[in-house]
């Protein structure tokens, strides 16, 4: 099946500071990635949806200038969270589909840890 | 979106079938039934979808109601690493093609 890393798996960083997540599709090309965000004991809530080449669209209430999201190429989107804070930490997710696709393939999930 | 309603948790025993029901009641005509789940620090993995008719794949079933207000998503052995949290989902397959995931039932499979 269609295959969906990404990195760092965790990361703790200083408040103040930016981390970049990287989401890549190792077997398919991604039209579509989609980021994700999830606290413990919550389900996963859409933060934005990117098409390659395009501008991502934001879910309301995410900040887009603080959640950077490329979509520069077909296999790699980048989540930059920029000058952290302690309540950004958090479990990040991305997935990613291609064209006329019924499925998303999700990544194994970045763990931030902001402090 | 079309809201759904699951259990928040479910038991199994280990190697007994599993039933697990999704109302959706609201869900337009267009919509696939997807189901995914998650396993404990894991991304969702997809497990199976369908539009109108009973589904299966290899690894589970997927029983659609006649008035596609409920279905039920069914594992016919659970094992101990089919515990995860499973979500049932409405997708609509126009131009957005997003997933809305609700709180899902937690299944615990007993050994």
């Known amino acids: 099946g269609a295959v969906v890393s990404q990195h760092p798996s965790w990361v703790i960083c200083k408040s103040g500071t930016s981390v970049k997540i990287e989401c890549r599709s190792l077997d398919f090309q991604a039209t579509t990635m989609f980021w994700y965000r999830q606290f413990p004991k919550q389900s996963l809530m859409l933060m934005a949806t990117s098409n390659e080449g395009s501008k991502a669209t934001y879910e309301q209430g995410v900040e887009k200038d603080k959640f950077l999201i490329n979509h520069a190429s077909l296999t790699l989107s980048t989540l930059t969270v920029t000058s952290a804070h302690p309540e950004d930490s958090s479990f990040y997710i991305c997935s990613a589909s291609w064209a006329n696709s019924y499925e998303q393939y999700f990544g194994p999930g970045t763990r931030l840890t902001v402090t | 979106d079309a809201k759904t309603t699951q259990p928040n948790s479910m038991e199994s025993n280990e190697e007994e079938p599993v039933h697990l029901p999704c109302n959706h009641s609201t869900i337009s005509g267009t919509d696939y039934i997807h189901w995914y789940r998650q396993l404990p620090s894991q991304g969702p993995e997809y497990v199976i979808h369908g539009l109108t008719s009973n589904v299966n794949n290899r690894m589970a079933s997927l029983a659609i109601a006649e008035d596609r207000k409920s279905s039920t998503l069914i594992l016919h052995r659970a094992t101990l690493r089919d515990a995860a949290v499973y979500y049932c989902?409405?997708?609509?397959?126009?131009?957005?093609?997003?997933?809305?995931f609700g709180s899902g039932t937690q299944l615990t499979v007993l050994p």
């Open positions: 989902i409405p997708f609509s397959s126009g131009s957005a093609r997003q997933l809305t």
